[in-house]
C-alpha cells in the first residue's frame, strides 16, 4: 500500500495518514473487506509513529470507512463504495436506524427479547388515567398551551427534590425539562459538541446516541465497559492519544450490560476529567429501577464537570415522554435556548401529569412495584441463562437488562429466534465500531414467556 504523507508539511501526520487511507479506500476498497496493515506494519513501512496510524484508524473507524475485529486487525468495511471528498459514509447511521426500525416493525405477537422497554402487560394505567382525567378537567392550558422553555417550575421543584436521596445538590435553575432521554441528548450535542470533536463512548454501550453522534459529524470512540464501570487502564491509555470534550457514562443499569458503576471507578473517572479537562454526561434513565442508590458522579462532582439526565420513558409510559437535564449553572441560558429554538418547550399537558402522580404518590408507588418485579425477573432469567450453559458479563442486581453470550453459533441462534417468533437486538449496534459480537442483551422483563425459556434451552451447551 503506497500513501502519499509528508513527516515535513505543516499538517498532522495523523491527519495526511488519514486523508489517503480515504483516498486508497475509495480507490480501492468498494465492496468491502479488504484487511489493512497491521498498525505496526503501516507505521514501519512509511517511517511514521504507530500513535499516528492508531489516530488515523481511529478516525476511519468512526467514518464508518474500516471495522476493528478484536484480535484480527482492520477491515474495509463492508459494502464501501466510491465516494467523492464531499460524501461521507452512511452506514453507522443506517444501521441504527435499521437496527430500531427491526423493533419498531415487528409482528405484534413477536417476542421482543432484545427491546429497551417494558412489555404492555407490565404497565399501570389506572393511576395514569386518573392523573390525565384530572389534568385534562382542570387545566385548559395543559391541553391547549406550550410549557415554558425553561420546564413547568412545579415540575422542576419536585424533580430537584427527587435528586436528594441520591445526594445531588441541584437548584430548580439547573433543571431544565425535555421530551424524553433522547430529546436531552439532542440538545446537549448540539450545545456542546462541533463536527471534528471527539467524544467518549462506552464500549458496548447506548446504539442510539452512536447514530446522534455519527449524525453530528463527531468523531467517536469507545472506551470498554466493565462490570464495576469504565475500564480504567484502557481510558488513561485513550487520553494520552486524543482530547475528547465529553465522555458518556450509564452509572447504573449499564445499557447493555446491566453493571452499576462502583465509587473507586467513579472518583477515578472524575480525577481524569479534571486532569484532562473533559465534560461527563452521566445518564441515568434507569435510576428508579435500583432499591438503594449507588454512587452518582453528579453526586461526587456537584454538577460541575458533571452533566445529570434522566427521564420517565422506562417506568412510566413510552408515549407521554418526560425527561430532564441537571446541569452546571453556566450551562442553563444556552441550553434553554437551543431547546426552545428547535421545540419550543416540552409537552405542559404531560409535565402537568406527571406532577399530579408525583404529588399523590402514585409514582413512586409504581416504581416500588417495578422494583420489586424486575428484581425477581432478573434472579430467574440468570438462573436460566447459567442452566443453559450461557456466559453472563455480570450479574446486575436489577434492571431490564443482562448482557449474555450463548454457547451455540451465529447460525443455530438465528435460525432458533426465527423458530420461537423472537426479535433480538442487532449487537453490534452496541459496539461504536460495529464490530461482530456473539453477546446479546436480553430484557429480564419478557424472559419468563415460554418462547424465551425454549429460545434460551435451544442454545443450550
Not at 432521554?181 to 462541533?194: C, I, K, M
Not at 450490560?257 to 471507578?265: E, F, I, M, Q, Y
Not at 437488562?401 to 453490534?428: C, G, N
Request: with cysteine; hydrophobic share 40%; charged share 20%.
Amino acid at each position: 500500500m503506497k500513501l502519499q504523507v509528508d513527516r515535513h508539511a505543516a499538517t498532522p501526520m495523523a491527519q495526511q495518514l488519514e486523508e489517503s487511507l480515504r483516498q486508497w479506500i475509495q480507490h480501492n476498497g468498494a465492496g468491502g473487506g479488504l484487511r489493512l496493515p497491521s498498525i505496526r506494519r503501516l507505521a514501519a513501512t512509511h517511517n511514521i509513529s504507530r500513535n499516528a496510524v492508531i489516530d488515523a484508524y481511529e478516525r476511519l473507524v468512526s467514518s464508518g470507512l474500516i471495522r476493528s475485529k478484536p484480535g484480527s486487525g482492520f477491515y474495509v468495511a463492508d459494502s464501501v463504495a466510491v465516494q467523492t471528498n464531499q460524501q461521507r459514509a452512511s452506514s453507522p447511521l443506517q444501521e441504527v436506524t435499521n437496527g430500531l426500525w427491526g423493533l419498531f416493525s415487528a409482528e405484534e405477537n413477536t417476542l421482543k427479547l432484545g427491546c429497551g422497554w417494558l412489555p404492555n402487560t407490565w404497565r399501570e394505567s389506572d393511576d395514569l388515567t386518573y392523573a390525565i382525567r384530572q389534568v385534562t378537567r382542570h387545566s385548559r392550558s395543559g391541553i391547549f398551551e406550550y410549557s415554558t422553555p425553561h420546564g413547568l417550575l412545579t415540575l422542576r421543584r419536585l424533580l430537584q427534590e427527587r435528586l436528594r436521596p441520591l445526594a445531588i445538590t441541584a437548584d430548580a435553575q439547573q433543571i431544565v425539562t425535555t421530551n424524553s432521554g433522547s430529546h436531552s441528548l439532542d440538545l446537549l450535542v448540539r450545545l456542546l459538541l462541533e463536527p471534528g470533536d471527539v467524544v467518549f463512548v462506552e464500549s458496548p454501550g447506548y446504539y442510539n446516541l452512536f447514530g446522534l453522534l455519527h449524525l453530528q459529524r463527531i468523531r467517536v470512540i469507545g472506551v470498554p465497559r466493565l462490570a464495576d464501570g469504565p475500564d480504567i487502564e484502557r481510558l488513561e491509555g485513550l487520553l494520552a492519544h486524543h482530547q475528547p470534550k465529553l465522555f458518556y457514562i450509564n452509572s447504573v443499569f449499564h445499557n447493555p450490560t446491566g453493571s452499576t458503576l462502583t465509587p473507586a471507578v467513579a472518583h477515578r473517572v472524575l480525577q481524569l476529567a479534571e486532569q484532562y479537562d473533559f465534560r461527563i454526561i452521566e445518564d441515568d434513565i434507569y435510576a428508579d429501577f435500583q432499591h438503594t442508590p449507588t454512587t452518582r458522579l453528579a453526586a461526587l462532582d456537584g454538577l460541575k464537570r458533571v452533566i445529570y439526565l434522566a427521564s420517565f420513558s422506562k417506568t412510566l409510559s413510552s408515549s407521554l415522554r418526560v425527561g430532564f437535564i441537571a446541569t452546571p449553572p453556566d450551562l442553563v441560558q444556552r441550553l434553554v435556548d437551543i431547546k426552545m429554538l428547535t421545540s419550543i418547550s416540552a409537552s405542559l399537558f404531560s409535565e402537568q401529569v406527571l406532577v399530579m402522580l408525583l404529588q399523590n404518590g402514585s409514582y413512586r408507588k409504581l416504581t416500588e412495584r417495578l422494583r420489586t418485579r424486575l428484581s425477581n425477573q432478573m434472579a430467574l432469567a440468570l438462573t436460566l441463562l447459567r442452566k443453559s450453559g450461557w456466559e453472563v458479563f455480570t450479574e446486575p442486581a436489577g434492571g431490564m437488562f443482562v448482557w449474555a453470550k450463548p454457547p451455540t453459533d451465529d447460525e443455530t441462534l438465528k435460525a432458533a429466534a426465527q423458530r420461537y417468533e423472537i426479535m433480538l437486538s442487532p449487537s453490534h449496534l452496541f459496539l461504536p465500531d460495529n464490530a461482530t459480537t456473539p453477546w446479546l442483551r436480553l430484557n429480564v422483563s419478557y424472559m419468563q414467556d415460554p418462547r424465551a425459556k425454549a429460545f434460551i434451552e435451544a442454545n443450550s451447551r
